[in-house]
């Protein structure tokens, strides 16, 4: 287990050292214009916070007794719509497309913006995975008077039947060579973190679909 553990974690640290080591050697050449030297240094800070937050992740999985997470009131839709932003050319660069359903709801929420974007990125990452090349991601939301509810569909063969009853359990993983089975556990300890849930479930004719939900505050928040 912890040998696959250690595979996982260092091909997940590859991706963005690949883009650093890239970005770095381009930005070097001596005809690159200021301006992409300007853009290589955000894609490169924007990558170190990856690897950052990733092995913040893995000590806050590891902790035994976490610190409690840091809720702050913010609106859903500003904080879909910067992750979107980031997430969209990252997903192009593996061949796949993300489309938002419909806006997401402008509702104020106590969000730690910073590990639900962690969610959405595994999330999202699997479904790049589970597609190979050229899929959609599908990002619906809904409402309802309890929670605020996202959903991630995906257009690949769906979850697989031998994984599908322990799938948020830690270092469950199936059918990937270099999966540590984590992404999902920590989704979820994240999710439960902000008194919400998650759950998931395959539709005949689609790909696995992905859902979580977000209580609304008890007192409404002033914007
Ligand atoms: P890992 O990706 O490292 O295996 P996860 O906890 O993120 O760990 O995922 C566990 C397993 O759930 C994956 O190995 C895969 O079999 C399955 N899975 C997750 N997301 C999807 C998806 N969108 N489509 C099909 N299978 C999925």
Redesign the pocket.
Known sequence: VLGRFAR?VVHDLKNPLNIIGLTAELAGQPDATPQFRAQAQERIGHQVERISSLVSEILYFTQNDPEKIVLAPMSYAEFIGKLIAELKPEAEMRGASIELAGPPPPTMLLLNPKRLARVLF?LIH??T??MGDGGKIFLRFGQTPREVVTEIE?T?????PE?LDR?FQAF?????EH???????ICKKIIEDHGGRIWARNEPGH??IFSFAIPLPKKPLIC
């Open positions: 996982g595994n699997n479904a995975d589970a995906d690949g063969p769906g979850i697989a994984i799938l469950a993983t199936h059918g990937k999966g540590t089975g984590l992404g999902l556990s790909g696995a």
